[in-house]
């Protein structure tokens, strides 16, 4: 599974944008998927997932309440609508995937390749 993402850039403090994960490949095996963010110097922390059919999601304390995380399986993408955003969500945002192995019986991670986002104040 190859997942893409898109839809960084820079913004003013208090404005939104969209963040976009295209999946593509075997993707009938993939389960849960999420959003990471990493900042300049920091480790990569979650910023909110959300489970296979879309029913549950869940959101860091930082984020809660201006992000929302969906996803149109349809369209095998996931989302990311960020609001009200500060200059502490500049950062390097990740989608991931939990992708099922059938042959080993396994969950595997797989990552994007990460989108800039910069929030300027």
């Known amino acids: 599974v190859r997942l893409v993402e898109s839809g960084g850039g820079v913004v003013q403090a208090g404005g939104s944008l969209r963040l976009s994960c295209a999946a593509s490949?075997?993707?009938?095996?993939?389960?849960?998927m999420g959003w990471y963010r990493q900042a300049p110097g920091k480790q990569r922390e979650l910023g909110a997932d959300?489970?296979?059919?879309?029913?549950?999601?869940n959101y860091a304390d930082s984020v809660k309440g201006r992000f929302t995380i969906s996803r149109d399986n349809a369209k095998n993408t996931m989302y990311l609508q960020m609001n009200s955003l500060k200059p502490a969500a500049t950062a390097v945002y990740y989608c991931?995937?939990?992708?099922?192995?059938?042959?080993?019986?396994?969950?595997?991670?797989?990552w994007g390749q990460g989108t800039h986002v910069t929030v300027s104040s």
């Open positions: 490949g075997s993707t009938f095996s993939i389960n849960d």
């Open positions: 991931n995937a939990d992708i099922w192995a059938s042959g080993l019986g396994a969950l595997l991670s797989s």
């Open positions: 959300i489970a296979t059919g879309g029913g549950r999601s």
